[in-house]
């Protein structure tokens, strides 16, 4: 859609006025049709968007299927598919796709436009798919199984021929019944890697079957634990029966799951309040009634004995500063050395004595001489005996 006005005025350009204008009233005649589809809640839904499937460009009675074209497909309203479609197209020579499988909340009315263009003459037009998804009848489907298919595209499989020969091989592995496509979905949209450019390797696909019929044996012997371990391990699955898939559908048999919906699954208990009193344990058995206590001794313990200590270290401390012979010769003594350094710190207050001789410039030490302030001192020699 926004691609169109960039393509105009080049084309205009080039093409010249007159074509030009035609080309614009081509471009602006173009009228969306609708088409109405009918998918099915829990059931693959496949729309081709091809040279037979989609209206004729304008101006145009048909179309080469030589011609390269290109799709937008986007919800009504909104840039993007819904979150349960999904497109797909391998190049602008092949078909595209529209593909998914809708939910209970998709449930309703969905509109999907669509827009081709045409690679050659830059031509497009429009297209509205309308979508009613309800419900599905018939019986439930609670035996479902889903398979790697690693020979195949998603492109490869969306069209009803590979679909129909993959459900028909399938019959011969699984109980009398009919079977149905619910979903299909590419590898990559599983985390699968990008395969070489090399012939033959493809990207690969899973493809979910859902069947009223249970599953058979052969089937259960493949998805067993003892069969996951074998291909833990690198060795083969346990297949019990004949493949009847291949040659045409490559199958990684260590990927097969298998879902059982036909017992229902046990609802969640709720939880009720209780009275919030334990029930009876006869490892547990708490005293009923709680002996009255007095906590004055058990306090008075914690702060006074502490104090009491804290006291007695004083006490002897004291003692042997004050009382004994050894101590009083440690007070003299820091009481002489504290004496000192305040003199020391009153003489350098006063300033009154004289500098000593060492810090006297020029000092003579064998000497005691001084040369006097008059006297250059850059013109003296540093050695007196060299003149």
């Known amino acids: 859609m926004a691609a169109a006005p960039i393509w105009i005025p080049l084309l205009v350009g080039k093409l010249g006025p007159s074509q030009g204008r035609g080309l614009l009233a081509g471009l602006g005649a173009t009228e969306a049709q ?24 304008p101006e145009q009675v048909a179309v080469p ?18 979150r349960w479609l999904r497109y797909t197209q391998r190049s602008p020579h092949h078909p595209g796709f529209l593909y998914g499988a809708p939910t209970p909340e998709d449930r309703g009315h969905q509109v999907i436009e669509v827009t081709a263009y045409n690679r050659d003459s830059f031509d497009t ?34 069209p009803a021929m590979p679909a129909s020969r993959f459900l028909t091989a399938l019959a011969g592995l699984w109980e009398p019944g009919e079977l149905q496509l619910l979903n299909i979905t590419s590898a990559l949209d599983r985390g699968g890697r990008v395969p070489l450019p090399i012939e033959g390797r493809k990207e690969g696909v899973y493809i979910k079957v859902g069947s009223a019929s249970p599953f058979s ?12 371990a074998r ?5 083969p699955p346990l297949l019990s029966c004949y493949d009847t898939l291949a040659p045409h559908f490559c ?11 036909s017992v229902p699954e046990p609802a969640d208990e709720v939880p009720t309040p209780g009275d919030g009193i334990l029930e009876h344990d006869p490892f547990f058995c708490p005293p009923t009634e709680a002996t009255a206590r007095d906590f004055l001794t058990d306090a008075l313990v914690t702060l006074l004995v502490p104090l009491l200590v804290a006291l007695l270290l004083t006490l002897l401390l004291a003692y042997v500063m004050c009382c004994r012979r050894e101590g009083r010769i440690q007070m003299v003594h820091h009481c002489t050395i504290r004496g000192n350094t305040e003199e020391l710190r009153q003489m350098a207050d006063s300033r ?8 006297l410039p020029m000092f003579n030490v064998r000497t005691g001489e001084r040369l006097p302030p008059q006297v250059d001192s850059a013109q003296v020699p540093l050695i007196l005996d060299q003149h």
């Open 251 to 261: 199958v990684d048999w260590c990927n097969v799951s298998l879902v059982d919906k």
């Open 352 to 359: 009154e004595v004289p500098r000593p001789l060492s810090t």
């Open 231 to 235: 291909c833990a391990q690198g060795q």
């Open 34 to 57: 609708e088409t109405t589809q009918h998918p099915l809640v829990g059931r693959v839904f496949v729309h081709t968007l091809d040279h037979e499937t989609f209206p004729h460009l």
């Open 125 to 158: 037009t429009q297209q509205r798919l309308v979508l009613l998804i309800g419900d599905p009848e018939g019986p439930l489907l609670p035996y479902q199984a889903e398979f790697l298919v690693s020979s195949h595209d998603v492109e490869e499989v969306l």
């Open 217 to 228: 044996t052969c089937l259960k012997v493949v998805a067993s634990p003892d069969s996951h």
């Open 65 to 82: 299927p030589t011609v390269p074209i290109t799709y937008h497909a986007h919800l009504q309203g909104h840039p993007d598919l819904p």
